[in-house]
């Protein structure tokens, strides 16, 4: 068994005097040790990476990635070195490295190499690629998963602490459920994607790749922020909360009708899957069905939808002028991109918000959802056989996370009685990354499986935060609800949605001058009130204080009354800002107002 290099073992032998110069070493000496291996595109020259561990000497030990090597996938760029999304033809040598590279290597992790993918990141199975095909860690026979292949592969090797994948359809997800590793796939906005070869630019995300909940969440935080540069990055991603915690005590997890549930004739990944939701079951959690129709249509659009042409503008000169250097299936997909125009991709814009709609009422009843990984797994000889078919049943459980702004963490659940390994992934709404890290963490911890393919074992589990003890109820009025721009404050802080409901009938609402995003006001009044629609969310009584400090005059928190006659926290406004304000009470909500707004 070798030496592991998950970041506790390694923080631990730096604490007793190791130098990142031999952590570097021993990495390169793996490398080396498995000869040509299709993994990797390039490896960062040994005496680069040797460098820059000596370098680190000028970086606190503090760093949350002092002396951790990494891997990245090749439609990322590094600077100095070539970024070619796995096809010859487009390669380039970037001058600059990623946001987010910049960002890792700042906070002391070391780059080792580029790994391999499914072409222009095209794929869930790690095999589109004129350079080879990882082989999967476990059994060569089987398909790695993609498209971010190497990444995966690189990690459960243990090649690297950890990988930057990318994914659109599933694909920081997929391979790490068929390399027994953890792949968290942040909420699109929260790691910029500056220095991205895009696939679908309106659905992209970087994502990570890593032996534990701990790693994959340190990486993530040290990657996160804002970025100006990236029209996608949101504000939300400088307070996103992504502190490791002990899970909740009781929660609510979401598992589709039984009829629903599709596993393509694998018997043994459907009585795994039963399984993990015992052990989410045992860890506190409480199933609950929920109809997963809008979820599968939803997925359904990514590929019979306008997204393949967005696809398609991102290396339409390619497309256009050297067909024949883009990989055979991938330029077979690709160009379905011609059967759609602008009128089939106005209907399918309707159409998913129609399925939007529908999909967030079922997070009225779950706090995450609890899905398979994938349904299966493919042998090579079998997607040779049916390589778009097969695809396109490993996107069944993952092709819609993107289209919803979902935040998903994909987790090792089990080793099969053929060894192959079997995922679980969580999934939640956006900004819940670290809500989900913390019961990953623990049904993790609960399996005892070993790191990737290493064999080493699970290091002790890192301190966490306590579990907090008490909530509190907040009554929203205007920008805060679903679906609005303010939401991810409440989701960002642990907020779930109890329900919807409406004041007592004695309030009035104005719509502020001024405000961005535009804000209503909610007044008391003796006499002429209305039942005004609200939202009631709930949040832990430790974040409230920080909720509370991001509203703005001349809104307050407040006490409001019920339609049941209860009373709650909620938001009020400050009298002399609604003598300027208009009168909105007839439209009964904030959001039945800016529907009619938006028709005007």
């Known amino acids: 068994m070798q030496d592991s290099l998950d970041f506790a073992t390694l923080r631990s032998a730096y604490s007793k005097g190791r130098d990142p110069r031999d952590t570097v070493a021993m990495t390169y000496d793996r490398i080396a040790a498995r000869g040509e291996d299709p993994t990797w595109l390039h490896v960062v020259p040994r005496e680069r990476a040797l460098a820059a561990a000596a370098s680190l000497s000028g970086i606190p030990r503090s760093a949350p990635l002092w002396g951790i090597p990494f891997a990245i996938k090749d439609n990322i760029d590094l600077a100095g070195a070539p970024t070619t999304a796995a096809c010859p033809a487009f390669s380039y040598v970037a001058g600059r490295s990623a946001r987010v590279v910049e960002k890792l290597v700042a906070a002391g992790a070391i780059p080792v190499g580029k790994t391999n993918l499914d072409q222009f990141a095209t794929g869930l199975v790690g095999v589109r690629s004129p350079y080879g095909v990882p082989k999967n860690t476990f059994d060569p026979r089987y398909i790695p998963g993609g498209s971010s292949s190497g990444s995966a592969v690189s990690v459960a090797a243990g090649l690297v602490s950890f990988a930057l994948g990318t994914d659109t359809a599933g694909s920081g997800r997929v391979p790490a459920g068929f390399n027994n590793l953890v792949g968290l796939k942040p909420t699109k906005g929260l790691l910029s994607t500056t220095g991205l070869v895009p696939a679908c630019r309106t659905l992209d995300v970087i994502s990570v790749f890593a032996l534990t909940v701990a790693d994959a969440l340190d990486a993530t935080r040290a990657a996160a922020g804002f970025d100006s540069a990236d029209a996608y990055s949101r504000a939300e991603a400088d307070s996103a909360h992504l502190e490791l915690a002990a899970a909740p005590v009781r929660f609510r997890y979401g598992v589709p009708r039984s009829d629903q549930l599709v596993f393509f004739g694998d018997g043994e990944a459907e009585r795994q899957y039963r399984m993990a939701l015992d052990r989410l079951k045992a860890l506190g959690g409480e199933a609950v069905e929920f109809d997963f129709a809008p979820f599968k249509e939803t997925a359904d659009l990514l590929y019979d939808g306008p997204w393949v042409a967005e696809r398609y503008a991102a290396i339409e000169a390619l497309m256009r002028d050297r067909p024949g250097d883009i990989h055979p299936t991938t330029r077979a997909v690709i160009a379905n991109a011609s059967k759609y125009d602008a009128v089939a991709a106005f209907r399918a814009f309707y159409r998913l918000e129609e399925l939007r709609r529908r999909a967030a009422t079922v997070w009225n009843s779950i706090d995450l959802m609890a899905l398979p990984t994938s349904g299966t797994i493919f042998t090579l000889e079998q997607l040779a056989a049916e390589p778009i078919r097969h695809n396109t049943e490993l996107g069944y459980y993952t092709n819609f996370v993107n289209l919803l702004d979902l935040s998903g963490l994909a987790i090792p659940a089990a080793l099969r009685s053929d060894g192959l390994p079997t995922g679980i992934t969580l999934l939640g709404q956006a900004w819940r990354d670290g809500w989900l890290a913390s019961i990953g963490h623990a049904f993790h911890r609960s399996t005892g499986l070993p790191l990737g393919a290493t064999g080493a074992a699970q290091p002790e589990s890192p301190v966490l935060a306590p579990t907090p003890t008490g909530s509190i109820q907040v009554a929203v009025v205007g920008a805060h609800l679903s679906g609005m721009p303010l939401n991810g404050q409440l989701a960002e802080r642990g907020g779930r949605l109890v329900r919807r409901a409406k004041t007592a009938p004695n309030y ?43 509203v703005p005059s001349p809104l307050a928190i407040g006490s409001l009354e019920i339609d049941d006659g209860s009373w709650c926290k909620g938001f009020v406004c400050e009298p002399a800002a609604l003598k300027s304000a208009r009168d909105i009470t007839r439209f009964g909500g904030w959001r039945a107002y800016m529907q009619d707004s938006a028709q005007q």
């Open 508 to 550: 009035r609402l104005y719509a502020l001058a001024g405000t961005t995003p535009p804000k209503p006001g909610l007044e008391r009044v003796a006499d002429g009130g209305a039942a005004i629609e609200i939202e009631i969310w709930e949040m832990p009584v430790s974040q409230f204080g920080s909720f509370v400090g991001l």
